[in-house]
């Protein structure tokens, strides 16, 4: 186990990873507390996670529904969690970005995409249990370091 | 993108990671449908996933709950999903299974942990596009191949 991480380390490496992972573990639930979990493609556009699934999906209907979100990104010994709420996205630039990101432009499939933008009120970032002390990065919106 | 596998290698390359593989992403969700997300040590005893975690944490509360709880194992293009239901431990011997796999027994541990045992009943594998076709492996609590 290496030592752990001090938070402005934490931060930078966490920064790093939005910016060039792919893919996140997408974690919503239904009004029936029923859950749900899907890795989908995102993209970070410096304030919020940004994703695109079909609008009738569960995650879609999910989303649409407004509830508290949870998205992972990373590795199992190498977390990022952020918790935040989910609002469509309706502007055209963030749809762009996304595409160029991600070399693929749900506005051009068959199906009925929708966007979403969740909004990060919590970010935790840890690698091993060491690391558990010092894991809150943003809390309330607001980044600790 | 490498060409997509049959049923059943899916099912030998899934059983595989379920007894290899140490830690899961476990979802759940409260009763007003806010979705939470962790990864955990989990142990598959050839049947269901057994995770422990403090009975009074978010996990411990949704899972004590009995909603749906969605596992992630794997990477984020090799992918395992798990639909399920929990259902609290009692048995010594399969505390005692899972303390052997991790070298660490949540017995010993000064908090009051609480394990579950996650009932699949849909499996489904994928890596990448091409294998989202044919990915459910178990519908209904019983392995199609």
């Known amino acids: ?34 859950a ?5 493609s995102f993209f970070w556009d410096g304030a919020d996670v940004i994703i695109s699934t079909p609008r009738s999906s569960v995650t879609g209907r999910n989303l649409s529904r407004g509830g508290r979100v949870r998205v992972g990104v990373g590795q199992l010994r190498d977390v990022t969690v952020i918790d935040g709420t989910p609002e469509p996205v309706e502007d055209e630039q963030t749809m762009d970005a996304y595409a160029a990101k991600h070399s693929w432009d749900p506005r051009r499939e068959s199906g009925d995409y929708a966007w ?30």
């Open 1 to 34: 186990m290496e030592a752990p991480r001090n938070a402005q380390q934490r931060k930078t490496d966490t920064l790093a990873r939005l910016t060039s992972d792919v893919d996140a573990w997408i974690a919503t639930a239904d009004a029936d507390g029923n």
């Open 36 to 40: 749900y979990l899907l890795p989908l």
């Open 116 to 145: 979403f933008r969740i909004i990060p009120d919590r970010v935790q970032a840890w690698r091993e249990v060491n690391e558990l002390a010092g894991r809150t990065l943003m809390r309330d919106g607001k980044w600790l370091a």
